[in-house]
C-alpha cells in the first residue's frame, strides 16, 4: 500500500506498509517461552569429528545407500536412505567420548520433519540433545551442547512419503560455535573515515532483517550464520526478545535492538501521535525503552540500539503543512531524548534511527545529535543514498538497515496496471546491487540489513522473502556470495526464464488460460513445477493458493481461471527437491466469459428495491448493473429481500443469462419474467448460488426480467456488476 501524498522533499527511498504479518514491527514483540541458549565464551576451533567414522542405520534401501554413504564427505554423490517408514535411525561411531557442539544435516528429497539428535556412550544408552519437529529439508545445521561416543539421528516422522534420506551427517566439536563476549561497541574514527569496532575490532555489519517467530531463532539461527551474516536487526524489543538475543550468541551473530514509535513502518501504520502535545506517549515510550536497554545491554548479541522506523516519513500521512514540521521537528527531538536516555544506560552501544526517506537526516542532523550513525531503508534507489548523504554535508556515518530488489511501490506498471514484479534473476541481482553500493561508500556506509529473512509464502513473502516456506531463492544465494565471496559447492535454485501468460489481459473466469515458462536448474536436478494463485489486486487476499491446471508439456500448462473478476497473480515454483526454488510471477486479467448473442439489457432502464447512495464507490444505482461496465455496480441496502429489474422496451425473445456479482452476492434468487410488470413467473431458482459469474441458461419471452433476491451470501446487501440478458 503506497502512500495517497507525495513527499514534502525531494527524494524518497521508500513509503509503503508491510505487505506480511510477520514483518510489521510488533511481529518482533512475539513472546515465546523457548528455553533460551546460554552464550559462552570461545574455545578452540570445531573439528569435524565424524566423516569416515563406522556408521549404521536400522535400514537402508540397498547397498548402494547404507550407512557410510552419509559419511564420506560426498555431498552431492552418495547418500543413506531408509525403508519407507518412520521409526528408522542411522547412528556414527565417533571412536572415543567427545564434546559435541554442532550437527549438520543435508537432507535428500526424502527428509525428516520429525527427529531427535541423541547421544550416548555406550551405543545402548541414548539421551536426547536436539529435537526438531518442523523440519523442512535442506540443510539443518544444530546447535548442541553434549559429549558422548556415539551419535545418532532418531527418525519419528518423515517429510515425504519416501523414507530418510541424507547426503551427509556431520558432527562437530571440540569447540564451540559460541562468540566471545566482546567489549564496547563503537563509532570510531574522523569525517568519512569512520569505522564500527566490536572489543576494538573493526566490525562491517553484513545482516539480515529477522522476520521468524523469536522462538524459532534457535532454529533458524544457524542458517543464518552459514550465510555469512553477522547482524539480524529487529523492530521492537520486550521480553519476547530473549530467545532471539540467546540464539544469536550461541551462533556469533549480534542484534540491532529495535524500538517501534509511531507512526512507522509505512503510511500511518501504528496510528499518529501527536509528538508536540502528548507528552504522555513520550514519557510512557522513554521508560519503556529505558527498561530493555537496562535488561539487555549486558548480553553478548547486542550491538545498538535503533529507536523508530520510517516515522519522520510517515507523519505526512498524518499532517501536512507548518504542523508537519511541527511534528518532524518534535519527533526526531525525541529521539534525541530517548539517545541520551540510552547512552546514560549503556554507554557501550550505539543508538541510531530509521528511515526510509533521505530528505529525514536534515531533521536528525538539527534535532538529534545524540545519535552515533544514521540508518536507511532503501531498495530501488540504494545508491542514491550516497549521493544524498555528500550533497547534505552530513557529519554521521550510516548504515542501511532495510535494502534488497525493487519494491512493489518503485517499479512501472504491466498491461494489466498492477505493479510488474522483478524475476529470480533481477531480485538476485538487487541484492547484489544494494551490497556493492554499500561497501562502495567506504568510511562512510558501515554495513546494511537486508530485507528480508522470512518464510512467509504470500504475495509479500514470494516478492521480498529469502526462502518463503523455507525455500532459498537465488536472492538466498546472491547474498551468501556477497557476504561469503563464494557459493562454491552450494546446490543453487532452479532459474526460471520467459515465462508468459496467455491471453494475459482476458482471461474468461471459470474457463482457461495458458502459462509457459522455461525452467533450468543448474545442477541438474529433477524439477517439480506447480502454478500457485494471488488474489492481492482482485480481493485483497494475499495468500498463495493451489491453482486447477493441467500440464500440456514442453514448461505449458492449461490453468483455470478464478470465477472472481480482476487482475491475479500467476506464479509458476519450480522446487529442486533440495530445499531450494525459483519462482516467477506473472499477472492475468480476469473477464467475465464471453456470451454468445446480443445482450438487449444494456443501456435498458433499471430499477430496484433500494439502491446505495454513499457507501464505498456509491452511489450505486439500478442503472450500473445495465451499463456494460465491470467496474460500476448497482448496490442493495443490507437487508432481505431485494429485487432489481430491467425493462427490454417490448416483448423480446432470449435464452441466457449473464449476472457479474460484486463479494455481496446472492445464495438464493430467482429469475422472473413479465410482460406488464404486474405479473411475474419464475424461469430459474436457485439456493445454492456462490458469486461470481453465474450464467444462466434459460429461455423465454418478455419484456421485463426481474432477478427476486431472496437471501445474501454475506452481511451486506446485493450487489451486481453486470445484469446481461442475451438473445
Not at 529521539?335 to 528511515?355: E, M, Q
Request: charged share 20%; hydrophobic share 35%.
Amino acid at each position: 500500500m503506497t502512500s495517497t501524498h507525495a513527499p514534502t522533499t525531494p527524494r524518497r527511498t521508500r513509503d509503503r506498509a508491510r505487505t506480511t504479518g510477520s514483518l510489521i514491527s510488533l511481529g518482533a514483540l512475539l513472546a515465546t517461552s523457548a528455553t533460551a541458549l546460554a552464550a559462552a565464551p570461545a574455545t578452540a576451533a570445531e573439528t569435524l569429528l565424524s566423516q569416515g567414522r563406522t556408521a549404521t542405520a536400522s535400514s537402508a534401501e540397498g547397498d548402494a545407500w547404507k550407512a557410510s554413504a552419509a559419511f564420506d564427505g560426498d555431498l552431492t554423490g552418495t547418500r543413506w536412505a531408509s525403508q519407507w517408514s518412520d521409526a528408522q535411525w542411522i547412528q556414527v561411531d565417533l571412536g572415543s567420548s567427545a564434546d559435541i557442539s554442532r550437527v549438520v544435516l543435508n537432507w535428500e528429497g526424502a527428509y525428516g520433519k520429525a527427529y531427535d539428535i541423541q547421544l550416548s556412550d555406550n551405543g545402548s544408552d541414548w539421551r536426547t540433545v536436539k529435537s526438531v519437529t518442523a523440519g523442512d529439508g535442506g540443510t539443518d545445521e544444530l546447535a548442541v551442547t553434549g559429549k558422548g561416543r556415539y551419535v545418532r539421528l532418531q527418525g519419528i516422522t518423515r517429510g515425504t512419503g519416501y523414507g530418510y534420506s541424507l547426503w551427509e551427517f556431520r558432527v562437530y566439536g571440540g569447540g564451540s560455535t559460541q562468540p566471545e563476549p566482546g567489549g564496547a561497541v563503537r563509532v570510531s574514527g574522523t569525517q568519512g573515515n569512520w569505522q564500527l569496532t566490536v572489543g576494538g575490532q573493526p566490525y562491517t555489519v553484513k545482516g539480515v532483517t529477522w522476520g521468524p517467530a523469536m522462538a524459532d531463532a534457535p532454529r533458524y539461527m544457524p542458517d543464518v550464520k552459514s550465510m555469512g551474516v553477522n547482524t539480524v536487526r529487529t523492530w521492537g524489543t520486550d521480553a519476547g526478545t530473549k530467545p532471539l538475543l540467546d540464539a544469536a550468541a550461541a551462533n556469533g551473530v549480534k542484534v540491532i535492538n529495535g524500538f517501534w514509535l509511531q507512526p512507522g513502518g509505512g503510511p500511518g501504520s501504528g496510528g499518529c501521535v501527536n509528538y508536540v502535545t502528548d507528552s504522555a506517549y513520550k514519557s510512557t515510550m522513554l521508560t519503556e525503552f529505558a527498561k530493555w536497554v537496562d535488561t539487555y545491554k549486558s548480553h553478548p548479541a547486542t550491538l545498538m540500539w535503533n529507536v523508530g522506523n520510517e516515522s519522520v516519513l510517515g507523519l505526512q500521512n498524518c499532517y501536512s503543512g507548518t504542523e508537519l514540521e511541527a511534528q518532524r521537528n518534535a519527533y526526531t527531538t525525541f529521539v534525541n531524548d530517548v539517545a541520551k536516555r540510552i547512552h546514560s544506560i549503556d554507554p557501550d552501544h550505539p543508538v541510531t534511527s530509521t528511515d526510509a526517506w533521505t530528505g529525514a537526516w536534515p531533521y536528525y542532523k538539527r534535532n538529534a545529535p545524540d545519535l552515533d550513525l544514521y540508518s536507511m531503508n532503501a531498495y530501488g534507489d540504494m545508491c542514491g543514498v550516497r549521493e544524498d548523504w555528500v550533497e547534505g554535508g552530513y557529519t554521521k556515518p550510516y548504515i542501511i538497515t532495510e535494502t534488497g530488489p525493487a519494491g512493489e511501490w518503485e517499479v512501472p506498471d504491466d498491461a494489466n496496471g498492477v505493479p510488474d514484479e522483478p524475476t529470480d534473476v533481477q531480485k538476485a541481482d538487487g541484492y547484489t546491487k544494494a551490497w556493492n553500493c554499500v561497501t562502495g561508500h567506504q568510511g562512510v556506509a558501515l554495513g546494511a540489513t537486508v530485507f528480508h529473512y522470512g518464510t512467509e509464502h504470500d504475495f509479500g513473502g514470494v516478492w521480498f522473502n529469502l526462502l518463503p516456506d523455507g525455500l532459498k531463492r537465488l536472492s538466498y544465494y546472491a547474498l551468501k556470495k556477497a557476504y561469503t565471496g563464494s557459493v562454491a559447492g552450494d546446490n543453487t535454485p532452479p532459474v526460471i526464464s520467459g515465462m508468459t501468460v496467455t491471453p494475459a489481459g482476458s482471461a474468461p473466469a471459470g474457463g482457461e488460460f495458458t502459462v509457459r515458462a522455461d525452467v533450468r536448474d543448474p545442477d541438474g536436478d529433477p524439477v517439480t513445477t506447480k502454478i500457485l494463485l494471488s488474489g492481492n489486486y482482485a480481493n485483497g487476499d494475499k495468500r498463495l493458493v493451489d491453482a486447477q491446471y493441467r500440464s500440456l508439456g514442453n514448461g505449458t500448462f492449461a490453468v483455470t481461471a478464478p470465477e472472481k473478476l480482476g487482475v491475479w497473480k500467476v506464479y509458476v515454483q519450480a522446487e529442486d527437491g533440495r530445499g531450494n526454488a525459483g519462482i516467477e510471477t506473472k499477472s492475468v486479467k480476469v473477464v467475465a466469459p464471453p456470451v454468445a448473442g446480443t445482450n438487449i439489457a444494456l443501456n435498458r432502464p433499471a430499477t430496484a428495491s433500494s439502491a446505495q447512495a454513499s457507501y464505498g464507490d456509491c452511489p450505486c444505482p439500478a442503472t450500473n448493473a445495465t451499463d456494460g461496465n465491470t467496474t460500476t455496480r448497482w448496490a442493495s441496502d443490507w437487508s432481505d429481500p431485494q429485487w432489481i429489474r430491467v425493462d427490454l422496451g417490448s416483448v423480446r425473445s432470449f435464452n441466457r443469462l449473464q449476472l457479474v456479482w460484486d463479494p455481496a452476492y446472492a445464495r438464493a434468487y430467482e429469475v422472473q419474467v413479465s410482460d406488464d410488470g404486474d405479473t411475474w413467473r419464475t424461469i430459474h431458482a436457485t439456493t445454492t448460488g456462490n458469486g461470481d459469474i453465474d450464467t444462466i441458461e434459460t429461455a423465454a419471452t418478455a419484456r421485463y426480467v426481474r432477478l427476486q433476491l431472496t437471501a445474501r451470501g454475506t452481511g451486506w446487501g446485493y450487489s451486481l456488476h453486470e445484469f446481461g440478458i442475451y438473445s
